[in-house]
């Protein structure tokens, strides 16, 4: 179960948004704020639609979540980890990217048997 509140789809569409002419290679990167929060919210919506504790998904330097069901581990390194770039991670939130295609251009680290995002992406479409 999460532990935070998931955010609204209007403030995940907000923040999100603010990223969009970036992300499509219209403009240049977006203030490092306006980026935390997309990435942040976009992982706490994932956090929130798959909730356990069996896979770790990184996106340094702004967050990580643990989400979808399964064994729970107590103790050192998770042994499910997702790790990627803030802009791979908000293409895949929004379904710009797909995940066999991040994971086949290693724009994704995925490590363990249910490292597995598909089932859960995109959190939203534009």
Request: glycine letters at 10%; charged letters at 15%; a positive charge.
């Given at each position: 179960m999460p532990t935070r509140k998931p955010p609204t789809p209007a403030e995940l569409?907000?923040?999100v948004a603010a990223t969009l002419?970036?992300?499509?290679?219209?403009a240049d990167q977006p203030p490092r704020p306006t980026l935390a929060t997309a990435v942040r919210l976009s992982l706490r919506t994932l956090e929130s639609d798959a909730p356990g504790h069996t896979v770790e998904v990184r996106v340094p330097?702004?967050?990580a979540v643990q989400c979808i069901e399964g064994p729970r581990h107590t103790r050192g390194t998770p042994p499910?980890?997702?790790e990627t770039d803030p802009r791979t991670w908000l293409e895949l939130?929004?379904?710009?990217?797909?995940?066999?295609?991040?994971?086949a251009e290693s724009r994704v680290s995925a490590?363990?048997?249910?490292a597995d995002l598909a089932p859960h992406l995109p959190?939203?479409?534009y």
């Open positions: 569409r907000t923040a002419p970036w992300l499509h290679g219209e330097p702004f967050a499910n980890i997702v939130a929004t379904g710009l990217l797909d995940w066999p295609t991040a994971l490590s363990g048997a249910r959190l939203l479409r």
